[in-house]
């Protein structure tokens, strides 16, 4: 089974309460079971964590490298200042893949400098809780291909 690590930055616990408009109405929880569902079809293990504070989620990052084959990241808040997280993320040497559920470039000019889309294999925004879904996607099919020896199509 391939594992992939699910790491949620800065007031992602919150969602379901706030700024539906751009976040969902969905809460945290329902968007890991969802993902859960689909993960279990693709023969995938989820391992999620979320914090408000960036060294939780690196030392996350680090510790459970070993396990995982790759990551999906919502920075959230640390989107364009998380340099560490980011770090942690390069380290681990697996694929990863940004995830914003607010269309970033749609919203606030600070908003869209992200400095993880500037390495994640790839990037989702604005798709609310289903860009975890595509990012679940697309990282179990480039895993899978890399798993294979095969190249991606």
């Known amino acids: 089974m391939t594992t992939i ?11 379901g309460t706030r700024a539906s408009e751009h ?9 890991e079971d ?4 689909r993960a279990e079809e693709l023969d ?23 396990e995982a084959k790759g990551i999906i990241i919502n920075p959230a808040g640390l989107t364009r200042v998380g340099y560490p997280l980011l770090d942690a993320c390069i380290d ?6 940004e995830v914003h559920l607010s269309n970033i470039y749609r ?23 289903r860009g975890y879904m595509a990012a ?5 099919s480039v895993i899978n291909v890399e798993d294979c020896g095969g ?3």
Do not use: H
């Open 23 to 31: 976040y969902g109405t969905l809460p945290l929880s329902d968007i």
């Open 92 to 97: 681990s040497n697996l694929p990863f893949v």
């Open 136 to 140: 679940l996607e697309y990282l179990a």
């Open 44 to 66: 995938c293990d989820l391992i999620f964590r979320q914090s408000n504070f960036e060294g939780e989620l690196v030392n996350f990052i680090n510790q459970k490298t070993s």
């Open 5 to 15: 690590l699910v790491v949620n930055g800065p007031n992602l616990n919150n969602l």
């Open 107 to 129: 919203r606030e000019e600070w908003r869209s400098d992200s400095i993880f889309s500037k390495i994640a294999n790839a990037t989702v925004s604005g798709m609310q809780w």
């Open 34 to 37: 969802r993902l859960n569902i």
């Open 151 to 153: 190249q991606q199509t």
